[in-house]
């Protein structure tokens, strides 16, 4: 009995991690391209080695902007030009998206507003490679899910 | 355990006296018995076979820290190198891996159940990978959280408690980071009240620790697993700690204490309370009482300390000599009187053997086969 119970929760542990696979997948194939201008710093993760911290141009933008709404998170709206080099425009009101716009999830914290990821994980010594980045390279799905997927210096596609 | 001297109760019958080492070797010290005797009923009490199981459950236990830690240094070291599909997909395999060996040896088996713990490892380095791969932010909470969730049905089900120290070292680690990452990072609280989380986790695990010595206390055999001494150990040295560590940053800056602390140290006070009459009157461990009174010796001692750090601030060398002497004198005081306790919960235990013959801490060199064997 406990040896069927256990295989059961393994079953239900392994498709909870596939699916979770799955969906990062999706927005990877299926999403667009958008490059956020990068403004780094860098310590060090628990356990998934060396980091990038990352600063993006667009928070301190945001934070400037009268209209900034008093709440702990929500979304802000970016618009995206030929480059695919994302700035920003509003916070949401909930009007409709105009061509080319797109929702991002923010959050504040003591020092101002944040976009998650604020870190970029990669191999420990492998640091130089990404030192002169300019740009995360993101890919946003149609609902605002999104996942950063590369730190490059130009936003060449 | 039982190196303590043990002069036996002449008026107890022999079936109520404890068969220890300490006493055969004092029977034999004192002519009573011959070396044969002597051997024999050593063999007897602690059969030459139980060394091989110790070194053999050892060395497995070494063998899989050592495995696990082997994986997870290939992931690190290759990284760059490695397809998110190989790293993940092998990751899954051993997952897999682990399960089948678990059900082929049986959760009733050592081997079977470290299987089963080294499953809920490769869990989490699922996770780290994952959110490597994916980059899912560094709110490393995210990750324990999903961990300890996802791994708390095979905990449960394991009846092992190794199990669930990883579990709990999993959740601390999920409760420590989300506290820094979400409230105090979010500024939902102000950052006086982050050291409020060190009260907060002791008294999770105090709940912990209640939940092992309720569960302990029942006859059913269905928690055998729980009777090990380590396991309270393990879990009351961690909440001294938490308890601790509060009072101090009060002791050292009671200018920079704010309401976490005194918060903190109001419960750190209650909480050596707390476990010291329980340990002391309802279950009597004088281990525990030894751990805790460590900690409070070393709160009296950095109190005296500060008190004459902020007297003697002008006169150094007096003050540095006072210290000396004053040290001594607390670390004497202490000693006595864990002598006296010790003493003291060996009579009381003598008593309650007279009434309760198997409820006694010097036969548990006899009744607790699973016990530790690091004492």
Request: charged share 15%; hydrophobic share 50%; proline share 4%.
């Amino acid at each position: 009995m406990r040896l069927k119970i256990m295989i059961g929760l393994t079953v239900v542990i392994l498709l909870v991690l596939n699916y979770s696979i799955y969906q990062k997948e999706e927005i990877i194939d299926k999403g667009e391209i958008v490059f956020l201008e990068l403004a780094p710093v860098d310590p060090r993760s628990l356990i998934q080695g060396d980091y990038m911290r990352l600063r993006y141009e667009i928070e301190s933008v945001a934070d400037e902007a009268n209209a900034s709404p008093d709440v702990e998170s929500g979304y802000m709206i970016v618009s995206v030009n030929e480059q695919h080099i994302a700035s920003f425009v509003r916070f949401d009101d909930d009007s409709p998206l105009a061509e080319g716009e797109k929702r991002l999830y923010y959050h504040r914290s003591y020092n101002g507003l944040k976009i998650v990821p604020d870190s970029f994980f990669f191999q420990e010594g492998h640091a130089d490679r990404y030192q002169n980045a300019k740009y995360g390279v993101f890919k946003f799905d149609d609902s605002g899910n999104h996942i950063l997927t590369d730190l490059v210096d130009e936003p060449a596609s | 355990m039982s190196t303590t001297d043990q002069i036996e109760d002449p008026q107890r019958s022999l079936d109520q006296i404890p068969a220890t080492r300490a006493l055969i070797d004092q029977l034999y010290s004192c002519g009573k018995i011959n070396r044969q005797a002597r051997n024999a009923a050593l063999q007897h009490l602690i059969p030459h076979t139980q060394w091989g199981i110790w070194a053999s459950r050892l060395l497995l236990g070494l063998g899989v820290c050592l495995v696990l830690s082997g994986v997870i240094y290939f992931f690190a070291f290759n990284w760059a190198k490695l397809l998110p599909a190989h790293k993940l997909g092998g990751i899954q395999f051993a997952i897999i891996a682990s399960i089948i060996a678990a059900c082929v040896c049986g959760l009733n088996r050592l081997s079977g159940q470290l299987a089963l713990i080294s499953a809920s490892v490769f869990v989490g380095v699922f996770l780290a990978v994952f959110g490597q791969i994916y980059q899912t932010g560094a709110d490393a909470y995210q990750l324990f959280m999903v961990w300890s969730l996802l791994i708390l049905g095979w905990t449960i089900l394991s009846r092992f408690a190794a199990h669930w120290v990883l579990w709990l070292v999993v959740f601390n680690v999920f409760l420590g980071l989300w506290w820094e990452q979400v409230p105090t990072a979010r500024s939902w609280i102000g950052p006086d009240w982050s050291p409020l989380i060190l009260p907060l986790l002791a008294c999770f695990n105090g709940l912990v620790l209640c939940t092992r010595e309720l569960l302990s206390q029942r006859s059913a055999s269905s928690y055998d697993w729980l009777s090990a001494k380590w396991t309270r150990w393990i879990i009351l040295i961690p909440i001294l700690t938490l308890l601790n560590i509060p009072i101090l940053l009060l002791i050292v800056s009671p200018d920079l204490a704010y309401e976490g602390v005194f918060i903190g140290s109001f419960v750190g006070a209650i909480g050596h309370i707390c476990v010291y009459v329980y340990y002391r009157k309802i279950v009597k461990d004088i281990w525990s009482l030894a751990a805790i009174t460590i900690s409070a010796l070393i709160i009296v001692e950095i109190l005296t300390i500060r008190v004459l750090f902020e007297i003697l601030m002008d006169e150094e060398e007096l003050g540095l000599l006072l210290m000396g002497i004053v040290t001594i004198g607390i670390i004497t005081g202490f000693t006595m009187y864990l002598r006296y306790l010790t003493r003291t919960l060996q009579h009381e235990n003598k008593v309650s053997v007279t009434t309760l013959p198997a409820k006694s801490t010097a036969t548990s060199v006899t009744t607790e086969d699973t016990g530790p064997s690091n004492d």
